[in-house]
């Protein structure tokens, strides 16, 4: 268990520290929005045979999102009105690297959707552009080789079981193909490490309820995050699961409920262990023991204190709320530069309901790091730890 929250670095307020701008010239989130987006929406364009209007389109999404300044939704977008609401009124007009690195980035996938005739009626309607690369991930010989290793884990006890699962779908978030897209690498099974491990705490909070799995990526993280969710209903650690996911395509890589489908139907395809889980699954989600939501809140571009109060009652209501990867946590924290040694119970008070979060680490935010551990990495890595996707975490609260 962490130690016991120590309200002194909170003194100033949970909201005192700074918010992650883009402006500063070769910082990570400087990058993110100078070099990785461009090469996103080069990749998405090559990747479809668009017609003229949405190459224009993603043209000027390359030139807007590079020099220009944040510009509204085109009418008549039938989300505008809650774009505007949630901040889109104080940063149109505003250069994409000074307005909140959290906001920039969420806005510039909707803006990348509205380019390529997403929510336009129409035969793009409905059509997702990172889908080629979800799926590609699904069909590798390592997808393969991680399915066939269950058989093993099978004839292990439960707990052991469990365990491993957890790390599965830990480790999972490594798979993030927006690394891949940009070609920065997300870092190999070398050096990679815990930095913080409550993972006593988080197999505490199983308790036969309800666990709400607000998931990340598609894919290679969604399954080993199903294969966790079969675990814990089969084991009766959850009497149900309520699997959150995007409800539009996001930061590339983001599960939607067709990517859902689409890991469910992989795992019931697999021989042995794997096609078992994935039959359980699929018994399960037809019973509504395991239930799929995409709130719109969950493409929003504000943190979890922002919440909106249907979310805010069912988050209080579970055994606890799993937030899966870096972006989830970003939004848990506020996407504040707190000092890495804020306690997370503290960063985190304002959750509703006990908390936890398996995540590797891909941005410069972090909390609940021990002094010593905060030392030795930066000592050994400068700030490389923090956004490299070769650490990871496991942090939990009770209550
Ligand atoms: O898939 P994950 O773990 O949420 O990581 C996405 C991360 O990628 C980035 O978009 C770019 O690194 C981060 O800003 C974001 O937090």
Known sequence: MRDPVDPAPFAAGPDAAPVVVSSVRGSFPWSVLAERHPAIVRKVRDAFPYGPG???????LLENCAEGVVEPLAEPAADRARWDAWGGREHYGRSWFDVPFLWAESYFYRKLLEAVGY???????????FRPFKLAELDTPEAD???AALDDLAHRPAGEQE????????????ADLGFRLSGTGSGTADGSRLVADDAGVLRSLFAGGTLCLVADNAGRELVPDLLLVDHLLRHGRAGRTVLHVKPYPYYVSDATAADVLDALRRLTAAKGAAGEAGNRLWAAMSEGRLTVRAHPFSCGPLPYTDLPEDLRREFAAADVTLLKGDLNYRRLIGDRLHPATTPFAAATARFPGPVAT???LKSDVVVGIAPAVEAALDAAEGDRWRTGGTHALIQARRG
């Open 358 to 360: 398996l995540r590797t």
């Open 119 to 129: 929510f336009t009626p129409g035969p793009w309607q409905g059509i997702d552009p």
């Open 145 to 147: 080789e991680e399915l």
């Open 163 to 174: 365990e491993a699962l957890l790390h599965g779908s830990l480790w999972g978030n490594r």
């Open 54 to 60: 949405q190459r224009h389109a993603l043209d000027a």
